[in-house]
């Protein structure tokens, strides 16, 4: 998997659209961009994958430049609900695989 | 209904006893996997299977020995249990090998070696 860094927390209210940007420089061409989200206590949960370009589901946005040394995930009107860590994941297999230390999003009221 | 489970969902023991860690999921899907996340919040891919076959196993200690008797179960054994074992170990599932996509994670065992 490609190195990536992310920001290790971020703070919103309720009701705020959220971004969480991630890094990866050395994204080889067949690499696709992942995102997971893990509450306290319990297993990862995949929110959304892409390529290029955009994509959008009933959860999230993922946005990445053209040269996708850079990824955004966008949560729209986040709730209490959403306070959890975020993983950027960038590969294209689970190979040598490791969840890094992740964005830690706390939404407040 | 419980799209992955293991069992047991904490497990405390000492130091050099065999413990075994089961999951099952009802999915349907081809692939299981076993990850380990450590004190400083790491999760980690230990192994993975398709289709009853080993596809992955990343430097994890002989002590450790997945069995898959099915494609809906990954049972996982520790032989030797040592302090540094200690940690929460998540089975997951897909659909395709080795896949990053929608791997669907069970709730975890805490493992805890005294």
């Known amino acids: 998997l490609a190195k990536t860094t992310q920001p290790i927390s971020m703070d919103s209210y309720e009701g705020q659209e959220v971004n969480i940007t991630c890094s990866h420089n050395n994204i080889a061409t067949n690499d696709y961009i992942t995102w997971y989200q893990q509450f306290p206590s319990q297993g990862p949960r995949f929110i959304i994958q892409g390529y290029k370009t955009k994509v959008t589901n009933e959860v999230a946005s993922l946005f990445i430049p053209a040269d996708r040394k850079s990824s955004t995930l966008s949560l729209p009107r986040v709730s209490l609900s959403d306070t959890a860590v975020y993983y950027c994941l960038v590969g294209r297999n689970t190979d040598k695989l490791i969840f890094g230390t992740g964005t830690r999003l706390q939404v407040f009221p | 209904d419980t799209a992955v489970s293991q069992t047991p969902k904490y497990l405390v023991t000492q130091m050099g006893n065999d413990k075994s860690i089961k999951c099952e999921q009802n999915?349907?899907?081809?692939?299981m996997y076993w990850y380990k996340q450590d004190s400083k919040k790491f999760l980690k891919i230990m192994f993975s299977?398709?289709?009853?076959?080993?596809?992955i196993n990343e430097t994890v200690p002989n002590r450790f020995s997945p069995k898959s008797p099915d494609k809906a179960h990954l049972n996982l054994h520790i032989n030797s249990l040592e302090l540094g074992d200690s940690a929460v170990y998540f089975c997951?599932?897909?659909?395709?090998?080795?896949?990053?996509?929608?791997?669907?994670f069970g709730p975890g065992t805490r493992l805890t070696v005294t």
């Open positions: 997951a599932s897909s659909q395709g090998r080795e896949s990053l996509r929608e791997q669907y």
């Open positions: 999915l349907g899907h081809d692939t």
């Open positions: 299977y398709n289709n009853k076959e080993l596809i």
